[in-house]
Nanobody, 125 residues
Framework: QLQLVDSGGGLVQAGDSLRLSCTASGRRFDTYDMAWFRQAPGKEREFVAGIAWTGGDTNYADFVKGRFTISRDNALNTVSLQMNSLKPDDTAVYFC??????????????????WGQGTQVTVSS
């Protein structure tokens, strides 16, 4: 098992920044691709950003490109999501997720085996 704990959410105003963190424990963190998903009320869980197990490849949803940055520290077993220029549409529960590393970063929620508990991000206008 890989245990994931999300943190860093909060209530901010439009244009502000937040940094989400996810700390992993259990299995070899450096063999897992990591991703952030989000789920707003009444909507499906959607891919936000992913990073390969090496840290050398990243993938972003179009709606966050240029605003969000995903990073990881394999020595500390952490993955982070720096969110800048937040918009009210970014309001959601954010989840980190893990899947064993393959050739490309997957964007489907069903491809991820381990999940954090989620952290609420609320952006007011």
């Amino acid at each position: 098992q890989l245990q994931l704990v999300d943190s860093g959410g909060g209530l901010v105003q439009a244009g502000d920044s937040l940094r989400l963190s996810c700390t992993a424990s259990g299995r070899r963190f450096d063999t897992y691709d990591m991703a952030w998903f989000r789920q707003a009320p009444g909507k499906e869980r959607e891919f936000v950003a992913g990073i390969a197990w090496t840290g050398g490849d990243t993938n972003y949803a179009d709606f966050v490109k240029g605003r969000f940055t995903i990073s990881r520290d394999n020595a500390l077993n952490t993955v982070s999501l720096q969110m800048n220029s937040l918009k009210p549409d970014d309001t959601a529960v954010y989840f980190c997720a893990a899947t064993l590393g393959l050739l490309s970063i997957r964007i489907g929620a069903g491809d991820y085996s381990f999940w954090g508990q989620g952290t609420q991000v609320t952006v007011s206008s």
